[in-house]
């Protein structure tokens, strides 16, 4: 299995080791390659990906674009109007999405359902469209959704329905949508390597004592949000564990065969530990 990864700039990636551990627990030897290509080169890494690979991975700022250049799109991909995986099949494309379902599911892995809660949801580019569709589709109460850009914030919102509303990205937005929330989620660049961080943190301290605040981010170690949510007391993860999932149903996808879950649980809780 030859499979691998078409990002801009990526930092700390887990996913090397793990489609590793992955192939090894279904019985399939995976090799995966780390491609960092500025825009210009992006076609042209594609098109090497659909001779040389048997599927790989999208990141930003890519997820979007990979849609213009793909053969098929699959139901999760089109919902989510992005792709973070490609299967290769016979030299075609075929786009899904796996991001969200990850979220959900190393949320499961961890004894936690978003079914019922209500979320603040910072971001609505391609990783938040993704994340919307599953939080919509596991049942979750109320989605606060706060973004820079209100054109996007008001697409994603129209998209998957009146559990969603839209809020301009400000301290006062922050606060006000904060509090009382079961979980916060950062699915922005705000934290990322090379991009602001969150300037004031203290909306944390109107989530209630049993809330989640999670970051999709695992790149830069120094990203404020999750070591403020521990000061507090808050249960809270990173991106790691999502990255972990997510492989769960790409690998799937790609070979037919599902890791268990014991083999993920076990390797979120090495990975996390490191």
């Given at each position: 299995m030859r499979s691998g990864l078409?990002?801009?700039?990526?930092?700390?990636?887990?996913?090397?080791?793990?489609?590793?551990?992955?192939?090894?627990?279904?019985?399939?030897?995976?090799?995966?390659?780390?491609?960092?290509?500025?825009?210009?080169?992006?076609?042209?890494?594609?098109?090497?990906?659909r001779v040389a690979l048997d599927g790989f991975v999208v990141t930003m700022p890519y997820k979007r674009r990979i849609l213009e250049l793909v053969d098929e799109i699959s139901a999760s991909a089109a919902q989510c109007g992005s792709c973070n995986i490609v299967k290769v099949v016979d030299g075609r494309l075929v786009a899904h999405n796996t991001d969200g379902w990850g979220f959900v599911k190393a949320m499961a892995l961890k004894g936690i359902s978003v079914k019922g809660m209500h979320v603040?949801?910072?971001?609505?580019?391609?990783?938040a469209m993704s994340l919307a569709y599953h939080l919509r589709e596991a049942g979750v109460a109320r989605v606060?959704?706060?973004?820079?850009?209100?054109?996007?914030?008001?697409?994603?919102?129209?998209?998957?329905?009146?559990?969603?509303?839209?809020?301009?990205?400000?301290?006062?937005?922050?606060?006000?949508?904060?509090?009382?929330?079961?979980?916060?989620?950062n699915a922005?660049?705000?934290?990322?390597?090379?991009?602001?961080?969150?300037?004031?943190?203290?909306?944390?301290?109107?989530?209630?004592g049993g809330a989640v605040v999670f970051d999709v981010n695992y790149s830069n170690p120094d990203a404020r949000l999750p070591a403020a949510a521990t000061a507090r007391g808050l249960a809270s993860y990173t991106g790691r564990c999502m990255s972990i999932c997510q492989g769960i149903l790409a690998m799937e996808i790609w070979t037919g065969r599902a890791p268990s879950d014991q083999c993920a649980k076990s390797l979120v809780e090495t990975m996390e530990g490191e």
């Open positions: 078409i990002a801009k700039d990526i930092h700390r990636s887990v996913l090397p080791e793990t489609f590793r551990v992955f192939g090894r627990d279904v019985g399939v030897e995976c090799s995966f390659e780390v491609m960092n290509v500025s825009e210009p080169r992006f076609v042209q890494t594609v098109e090497h990906a603040v949801m910072v971001g609505a580019g391609g990783v606060d959704v706060l973004n820079a850009f209100p054109e996007e914030t008001e697409r994603l919102c129209q998209r998957f329905g009146d559990v969603f509303a839209p809020h301009s990205l400000d301290a006062g937005a922050l606060k006000a949508c904060s509090a009382g929330a079961d979980l916060f989620l922005s660049i705000l934290g990322q390597v090379g991009y602001p961080d969150f300037e004031d943190l203290s909306f944390l301290d109107g989530l209630p």
